[in-house]
T-cell receptor
Framework: DTAVSQTPKYLVTQMGNDKSIKCEQN?????MYWYKQDSKKFLKIMFS???????INETVPNRFSPKSPDKAHLNLHINSLELGDSAVYFC???????????FGSGTRLTVV | AQSVTQLGSHVSVSEGALVLLRCNYS??????LFWYVQYPNQGLQLLLK??????LVKGINGFEAEFKKSETSFHLTKPSAHMSDAAEYFC???????????FGTGTRLQVFP
């Protein structure tokens, strides 16, 4: 069983469309995150949720909306996609900071 | 605020040579420090971490790192590089509240036969 799984792995879509990325973790962790990795491989946090409560919303355009139906799931919905949204989006989870994060395998989003 | 600087965006070594990837951090409190590895088209995998205690930490695949408070460094080393070590390596520091990992810009390791 994959610890942190994301779907889809690849997503190609046109500008202006709305898309969602799903994330699930089976580790029993309380906190989940979304990170964006740009074309230069730079990783930046977007959101975090702790037990379904939004903790971090890091200056992300409000076209991006996370949703956590339960502590095992954190989905990312993106409205009106723009070319600049093209990136790899990683979901992660953790129980305690000292243990580090467990990352999913990423979703490569390409907006054309 | 916490931050991480990785010196050298690209490092090339021969197979069997020493690997040294540099990481310096800035933190106003005792840091938690991490090294992650990313293989092509994959997610990030935790290599090793420093929280408290022994300053020399050992990780997976023969990697180790030493926390040096006086130098604010957490360099990653491996005595003998293997072709399979070719990947992107990220150093990260924990920010405490709110809890998040802050990553360096990454170092791409190439290993030549």
């Amino acid at each position: 069983d994959t610890a942190v799984s994301q779907t889809p792995k690849y997503l190609v879509t046109q500008m202006g469309n709305d898309k969602s990325i799903k994330c699930e973790q089976n580790l029993g962790h309380d906190t989940m995150y979304w990170y964006k990795q740009d074309s230069k491989k730079f990783l930046k946090i977007m959101f975090s949720y702790n037990n379904k409560e939004l903790i971090i919303n890091e200056t992300v355009p409000n076209r991006f909306s996370p949703k956590s139906p339960d502590k095992a799931h954190l989905n990312l919905h993106i409205n009106s996609l723009e070319l600049g949204d093209s990136a790899v989006y990683f979901c992660a989870s953790s129980q305690e900071q000292a243990y580090g994060y467990t990352f999913g395998s990423g979703t490569r989003l390409t907006v054309v | 605020a916490q931050s991480v600087t990785q010196l050298g965006s690209h490092v090339s070594v021969s197979e069997g040579a020493l690997v040294l990837l540099r990481c310096n951090y800035s933190s106003s409190v005792p840091p938690y420090l991490f090294w992650y590895v990313q293989y092509p088209n994959q997610g990030l995998q935790l290599l090793l971490k420093y929280t408290t205690g022994a300053t020399l930490v050992k990780g997976i695949n023969g990697f180790e790192a030493e926390f040096k408070k006086s130098e604010t460094s957490f360099h990653l080393t491996k005595p003998s590089a293997h072709m399979s070590d070719a990947a992107e390596y990220f150093c990260a520091v924990s920010d405490y509240y709110p809890d998040k990992l802050i990553f360096g810009t990454g170092t791409r390791l190439q290993v030549f036969p």
